[in-house]
């Protein structure tokens, strides 16, 4: 195992994973509330980051993570980062 710096709260830990264990935690909750946001409020294209985060009270850094998970694979969002840090323009439906 490496040492690596949770991307999500900026501890260091030692694990396979890009989020320590507290936060691994966090993150399926949000990844819960983006799927039960994505399955009643959302359409394609016509939210925002903002929206979203307003909507489920997870950040905006932790939206441009979370969405590049590949259980969003097919969601749209016109301004998501991605990792590249340049705008993802790829017009896609949302498959969750």
Do not use: H, W
Request: hydrophobic share 30%; aromatic share 8%; net charge positive.
């Amino acid at each position: 195992m490496e040492i690596k710096k949770c991307v999500r709260c900026g501890q260091f830990f030692e694990t396979v994973n890009d989020v320590c264990n507290n936060c691994l935690a966090k993150d399926n909750k949000d990844i819960g509330k983006l799927k039960d946001y994505f399955s009643y409020g959302y359409v394609a294209g016509k939210v925002s980051l903002g929206d979203i985060s307003s909507n489920t009270g997870i950040t905006i850094k932790n939206l441009n993570r979370l969405i590049e998970n590949s259980e969003f694979e097919g969601v749209y969002v016109p301004e998501t980062l991605s990792q590249n840090n340049n705008i993802d323009n790829k017009k896609v439906v949302a498959k969750v």
